[in-house]
C-alpha cells in the first residue's frame, strides 16, 4: 500500500509517575492512508489522546516518554527524531486540533496573532500576505467578518466560533496530515454537526488526511473511512467503518455498536458495558478487556491475545478467532 | 430534652469519629513534606523551650558587670579593659564558659536565659495576637459573606481602608499614641492584621454557598443545618487552620521589629529587643545580635515550612 | 465601546479611592484623639523637657490648635488643612511638616525603587527558570532559597550585613552620607547593603509569585496548542505562558509594595541610617512629635491608596478579557 502517509508501528508511551508507571499507549499499530478519514475510537482513558499526541510528541515529556515503536512519516521516524525536525512538522506537515477550544486558545492574544504567528514562522510570507491568508482561511471556515474577528480575543467569540478558528488556524500551513481530537465532544448538537460538516469538505475539497479521535460511534459513521478500536492503550480492532458497524468481531466493538440509543425502538434502559474503564496503574492480566467480556474465556485471563487478520483490511486482537 | 441531648452526642461523636479520619488524611499528607515535619518539630521544641526552659536556666535579669560580653561557648574574644589604677588598657583573652553557654550582653546578663525568655514572649505573642486577629478577621468576613447586601459593602469598605494602611506605619503609630506595653501591642497586632483573614473568609463563605457540591447536597435533601456543619465549615476550617499558621511568623516580626526600634516593651526581655541591644555592641560582642536574630529566622522558617505543607495537603489538586 | 468604558471605569475607581481616602483620614483622626494622651499632652511632655511652665502653654496649645473647638470642628478643620497641604508643624524640628517631607522623600522614593528594580528583575527571571524546570534540583534549590528569603527578618538580615561587611570586613561605610549627591557612584555604593537587606525579601516573594503564576499557566491546553503550531520552546514559555502569568503578577507586586515594602522600607532606613520619611517618622517618636508621625503614615497610606488605584487600572486595560465584556 504505498499510498499510506503515516504508519504507527506497536508504538509504547508511558508516564513515569510517583505512583507508578501508567502505560497510556502499549503496543498500537495502524496506518493513515492519504485522503482518508482514520477514526480513532474508543472510551476515556483507553490512550487515543495520547496516542495522538505521541505523534507529535506533544505529552509532558517528564512524566511520558515513547519507550518503544516508530512513527514514520515521510522516511523520518517521529518517535526518535530531533526536537527541531519535529518543529518543523509541526504546525507545517502535520497539524492538531484539540477538543476544548475554550481553553486551546490563547487568551491574551488575538485571533490574527495567533494565527499570524504560525504562518510566519512556518511560509515565508511578509506580514499583509499572512494577514490575507488568514482571512481567507476564516472566510473558508464560515466565520462571517474575518476582518473583525481578527482582532477579537477568544473569549469574545462563541463555542462554535472558537473550533472553527482552531480548525482554521491548524489548516493555516497547508498540512498534509490533520489530527482531530474529539472535536465535537464539548459542543452542542447544532455546532457538532457544522463541525463534521467542515470536516466533509476538507476531505472533499483538500483530500486531506485526517486521523479523528472520538468515543461516538455515530461520528465514526458519519465521517470515517476506516476505524480503530481502541482498549486499553492497545487497538483492539481494526476495519473499514461500514465493516465495523455491520460485522464487528471484538466484544468491544460489538458492545460500543449496542450502547448506540435507537430512536426507532422503545426501551426501559439504556444499553451500556458493564464495568468500568481499568484503572490505568493496574491493568488487568492477559486481555485488558476480560474483566467486562461477555464472551471471556479461561484464556483470556492468562495471556493477551494475538492480532488476527479476517480480512485484507480487517484485523482483530481477540482470542475468539484463534 | 434529654432525647435531643443524647441525639447531639451521638451526632457530635459520628462527626469526631469520622472527621478522625480526615485528619489522619491529612496529616499523612503533610508528613510526607520534610520540610514541614522539621517546621513542626521545630515549634514543638520551642513551645517546649518556652515553656519549661525557664526552670533550668540562670534568671535572664540577673545583671553581673563582671561577666558583661562574654562569647559563646568555643569562642575566645580578646577585651581591652581599662585599669583604673594604672591609666592602661590591658587585653585579656576571655573563653566562652559552660555557666553562659551562649555569652553574655553588655550587662552580663545570660544570653541562654534571654533566649528563653524570649521564646516565650514571641510564642505568646503569636498565638494571642494571630487569635485575636483570626477571630476578628472570621466573624467579620462570615458575617459580610451571610448578611450581603448594605452591611456586606459597608463592612468591605471598612476592610479596604483597614488594609490600605501599611501594616506596620500603623502599628507604630497605634503603639506610639497607645504606649508601648505587651497587652497594647498584641492587642494592635491583631486589631490591624485581620483584614486579609476577614477577605480570605468571606470570599471562601460566599463561594461556598453557591458550589455545587452544597447544591448537590441540599438537591439530596440535606438540610441548611447539615450543609452548614458537615459540608461549608469544614472546609473554612482548613483554611483556617493555614491562614493561622502563616499568619504567625508575621506577627512574631511585627513584635520584633517594634521592639527592635524601640517601641517595644522594656519589661520584657522579647527577641527583638536583645537584637536591639546587639545592634550597638556589633564590635564588641557580636553574638548579642546573632543569637536572636536566628531564633527569629528559625521560627519564622518552621512556621512558613509548616504553613505551606499544610496548604499543600489540604489542596486536593496537589499530588503528594 | 471599548475605550469610554475605560474611562467610566477610571471614573468609578476614583471615587472609590476618595470615599477610602476619607476613611483613611478619619480612622487616622480617631486613632489619635482616642490616644491616652492628648497632642496637648505629647508637646507638653516636649516643653517640660524644656522647662516651660505647662499651665500657660496648655491654654496656648489648646487655643493655637484649636483643641478648645468641639470634636467635629476640630474633624473638619483637620481635613481642610490636609487638602491645603499643611501637615502640621513639627516641634522638633522647628519646621512645617511639610517642608521636612519635602526635604526627605528623596532618599525614600531612591531606596524603595532601587530594591524593587533590584527585586523584580532578578526574581521574575528566577521564578520563571523555576517553574519551567519543576522538580529540579535547580528548583529544590531555588524554592529552599526563596523560603529562607521570606523568613529572614530583614532588620536582623540588614546588622548582620553591616557586621560582615562594614564591621569585619570593611567594603561599606556603617553611616549613610547625606553630603552626597544622590546618584553618584558613592552613594549608590552606600545604597548597595541596603538594597539587598530590603529587597531580599521581595526579591523571594516574587520568585514565588512568578513561579507559581508560571505553573498555574504551563499546564494549560493553549500551551500544547503553541507547541503543536511548532513554535520554539523559549517562544512557548516567554510569549504565551508568561503573557498569562504576567496578569496576576503584576497586580500582586503592586499590592505587595503597599503592606510590606513600606514597613521594611521603614525599618531599613533606621539600621543605614539614611534620611527617609521612616527616618524622619523613627526620630520624631522619641522625640514625641506626633506631626510628623501622623502625616508618614498618612502619606505612606495615600501612596498605598495611588499604587493600588493604578494597579488596578493597568490590570484592567492589560487583561482583553476585562476589556472587552
Keep these: 500500500m504505498d499510498n499510506v502517509i503515516l504508519k504507527v508501528s506497536n508504538l509504547k508511551t508511558y508516564f513515569f509517575t510517583r505512583r507508578g508507571i501508567v502505560k497510556a499507549v502499549d503496543g498500537v499499530d495502524f496506518q493513515l492512508r492519504r485522503g482518508e478519514c482514520l477514526c480513532l475510537v474508543g472510551e476515556s482513558g483507553c490512550g487515543k489522546t495520547v496516542t495522538a499526541l505521541s505523534i507529535l510528541r506533544l505529552f509532558d515529556s517528564p512524566p511520558g516518554k515513547i519507550v518503544d515503536g516508530q512513527i514514520s512519516y515521510n522516511s523520518l521516524d517521529l518517535a526518535e527524531c530531533s526536537s527541531k525536525q519535529l518543529r518543523q512538522i509541526r504546525g507545517k506537515d502535520i497539524a492538531i486540533v484539540f477538543q476544548e477550544a475554550q481553553s486551546a486558545l490563547n487568551p491574551v492574544l488575538t485571533i490574527g496573532d495567533q494565527i499570524i504567528e504560525q504562518i510566519k514562522l512556518h511560509l515565508p510570507l511578509d506580514y499583509g500576505k499572512a494577514r490575507d491568508r488568514t482571512m481567507t482561511l476564516l472566510n473558508e471556515m464560515g466565520i462571517p467578518s474575518a476582518e473583525g474577528v481578527m482582532s477579537y480575543y477568544p473569549h469574545q467569540l462563541s463555542g462554535g466560533m472558537k473550533q472553527r478558528v482552531l480548525i482554521a488556524m491548524s489548516l493555516s500551513c497547508n498540512p498534509q496530515i490533520l489530527i482531530a481530537d474529539e472535536p465535537t465532544t464539548a459542543v452542542d448538537v447544532t455546532i457538532k454537526a457544522q463541525i463534521l460538516d467542515i470536516f466533509r469538505e476538507l476531505k472533499a475539497r483538500r483530500q486531506m488526511s485526517t486521523i479523528f479521535i472520538t468515543h461516538d460511534l455515530a461520528v465514526v459513521a458519519e465521517i470515517g473511512d476506516r476505524a480503530v478500536v481502541m482498549y486499553g492503550g492497545k487497538d483492539v480492532e481494526t476495519a473499514p467503518v461500514s465493516e465495523i458497524i455491520s460485522n464487528p468481531k471484538h466484544p468491544y466493538t460489538s458492545g460500543l455498536i449496542e450502547c448506540l440509543p435507537d430512536v426507532s425502538k422503545t426501551a426501559d434502559r439504556l444499553a451500556s458495558i458493564p464495568g468500568t474503564t481499568p484503572n490505568p496503574l493496574e491493568m488487568p492480566q492477559g486481555c485488558a478487556f476480560h474483566p467486562r467480556c461477555p464472551k471471556a474465556m479461561k484464556i483470556c485471563k492468562q495471556q493477551e491475545p494475538p492480532e488476527i487478520i479476517i480480512s485484507k483490511e480487517h484485523k482483530v486482537s481477540c482470542h475468539l478467532y484463534t | ?320 | 465601546m471599548g475605550k469610554s468604558w475605560l474611562r467610566d471605569y477610571i471614573i468609578k475607581r476614583l471615587i472609590y479611592s476618595v470615599i477610602i481616602a476619607w476613611g483613611i483620614l478619619t480612622i487616622t483622626f480617631v486613632l489619635v484623639r482616642v490616644g491616652p494622651s492628648s497632642p496637648a499632652d505629647k508637646y507638653l511632655a516636649n516643653l517640660a523637657a524644656r522647662g516651660q511652665d505647662p499651665a500657660q502653654v496648655t491654654a496656648a496649645i489648646e487655643a493655637r490648635y484649636g483643641l478648645d473647638k468641639p470634636i467635629l470642628v476640630q474633624y473638619a478643620d483637620y481635613v481642610a488643612n490636609l487638602f491645603r497641604g499643611n501637615l502640621g508643624w513639627s516641634f522638633s524640628t522647628s519646621m512645617p511638616v511639610i517642608e521636612l517631607i519635602k526635604t526627605h522623600w528623596i532618599y525614600s522614593f531612591q531606596l524603595i525603587l532601587l530594591s524593587s528594580l533590584f527585586a523584580a528583575f532578578l526574581g521574575i527571571l528566577i521564578g520563571i527558570y523555576s517553574a519551567v524546570k519543576q522538580y529540579t534540583k535547580v528548583d529544590y534549590a531555588f524554592t529552599f532559597f526563596s523560603f529562607i528569603g521570606i523568613s529572614i527578618p530583614n532588620f536582623w538580615l540588614g546588622i548582620m550585613l553591616i557586621l560582615i561587611f562594614s564591621v569585619r570586613l570593611g567594603l561599606f561605610k556603617t553611616y549613610y552620607d547625606t553630603t552626597l549627591p544622590l546618584f553618584s557612584l558613592d552613594n549608590l555604593k552606600a545604597l548597595v547593603l541596603p538594597v539587598i537587606t530590603l529587597g531580599t525579601g521581595m526579591l523571594a516573594g516574587y520568585v514565588r509569585y512568578t513561579r507559581s503564576a508560571m505553573l498555574d499557566n504551563l499546564r494549560k491546553a493553549f500551551v500544547t496548542t503553541a507547541r503543536a503550531k511548532g513554535l520554539p520552546e523559549r517562544t512557548v514559555i516567554g510569549k504565551h505562558v508568561f503573557r498569562n502569568a504576567l496578569l496576576p503578577l503584576v497586580t500582586i507586586i503592586m499590592f505587595d509594595l503597599g503592606s510590606i515594602v513600606f514597613g521594611g522600607a521603614y525599618l531599613t532606613e533606621i539600621i543605614f541610617g539614611i534620611p527617609g520619611l521612616g527616618q524622619i517618622s523613627f526620630n520624631a517618636i522619641f522625640a514625641n512629635d506626633y506631626p510628623v508621625v501622623v502625616a508618614v503614615t498618612i502619606i505612606g497610606t495615600f501612596l498605598v491608596l495611588l499604587i493600588n488605584l493604578m494597579t488596578d487600572i493597568t490590570y484592567t486595560y492589560l487583561d482583553p478579557r476585562i476589556r472587552y465584556d
Design chain 2, 1 to 320: 430534652m434529654t432525647e435531643r441531648l443524647r441525639d447531639i452526642v451521638r451526632r457530635t461523636s459520628q462527626h469526631l469519629r469520622s472527621n478522625a479520619r480526615l485528619v489522619n488524611y491529612y496529616w499523612q499528607r503533610t508528613q510526607r513534606n520534610k520540610l514541614a515535619v522539621f517546621g513542626l518539630a521545630f515549634i514543638i521544641f520551642l513551645i517546649l523551650l518556652a515553656l519549661i526552659g525557664p526552670l533550668f536556666t540562670l534568671d535572664p535579669t540577673a545583671v553581673n558587670f563582671e561577666e558583661k560580653n562574654m562569647p559563646p561557648v568555643g569562642f575566645t574574644i580578646e577585651q581591652s579593659i581599662y585599669n583604673i589604677k594604672t591609666n592602661e588598657f590591658t587585653t585579656k583573652e576571655i573563653p566562652g564558659t559552660w555557666k553562659h553557654p551562649l555569652g553574655t550582653d553588655s550587662k552580663g546578663r545570660d544570653m541562654l536565659a534571654m533566649i528563653v525568655s524570649g521564646a516565650r514572649v514571641s510564642l505568646q505573642v503569636g498565638l494571642i495576637a494571630t487569635g485575636i486577629a483570626i477571630i476578628l478577621g472570621t466573624i467579620i468576613g462570615v458575617l459580610s459573606a451571610y448578611l450581603g447586601g448594605w452591611a456586606d459593602n459597608a463592612l468591605m469598605r471598612f476592610t479596604d481602608v483597614m488594609m490600605t494602611f501599611p501594616f506596620f506605619l500603623l502599628l507604630v503609630l497605634i503603639v506610639f499614641i497607645f504606649g508601648p506595653s505587651l497587652v497594647f501591642i498584641v492587642l494592635a497586632i491583631g486589631l490591624t492584621g485581620w483584614t486579609g483573614i476577614a477577605r480570605l473568609i468571606r470570599s471562601e463563605a460566599l463561594s461556598l454557598r453557591t458550589r455545587e457540591f452544597v447544591i448537590a447536597a441540599k438537591a439530596l435533601g440535606a438540610s441548611d443545618n447539615r450543609v452548614i456543619f458537615r459540608h461549608l465549615i469544614p472546609n473554612v476550617i482548613s483554611l483556617i487552620i493555614i491562614i493561622a499558621t502563616l499568619s504567625i511568623p508575621g506577627v512574631i516580626l511585627a513584635e520584633a521589629a517594634l521592639s527592635f526600634i524601640g517601641l517595644g516593651d522594656p519589661t520584657v526581655s522579647s527577641w527583638g529587643i536583645i537584637l536591639e541591644a546587639g545592634q550597638t555592641s556589633l564590635n564588641t560582642a557580636w553574638w548579642v545580635a546573632v543569637e536572636p536574630g536566628i531564633m527569629l529566622f528559625l521560627t519564622v522558617l518552621a512556621f512558613n515550612f509548616l504553613g505551606d505543607g499544610l496548604r499543600d495537603a489540604f489542596d486536593p489538586k496537589s499530588n503528594i
